[in-house]
């Protein structure tokens, strides 16, 4: 199986990115865009609070769609403030370290500052 993860959300970023300099009236992004930060802040949170009440509810259709939303709206924060998906790309990768189990024998992970 092919993961094709990365080139999905760098695409869905590039519509963002495109669809942020659309005429508000006629775009979705573009009139979340023209609500500002906080509106888009919002529906983050909002989409993440869906998705974690599907996930409790053992509602795994609803909880792949409010998953698809969620990382919708976090990349529409994520461009209203000038981060992109190789910059959190980069912060998970120097994340990624020696196991819990390894950690007492060769220093502990980084810190999710």
Known sequence: MVDNTGIVLEELFDV?????LA???ASYVAGQFAAGKERIGQK???E???AVIAGV???KEGLVSESADLLFHLMMFWEINEVTPSDVYRELKRRQGISGLDSGKAGKRPSPS
């Open 48 to 50: 993440a609070v869906e």
């Open 16 to 20: 963002i990115r495109a669809r942020r």
């Open 23 to 25: 005429d508000p009236k």
């Open 44 to 46: 983050v949170g909002e």
């Open 57 to 59: 509810m053992d509602n």
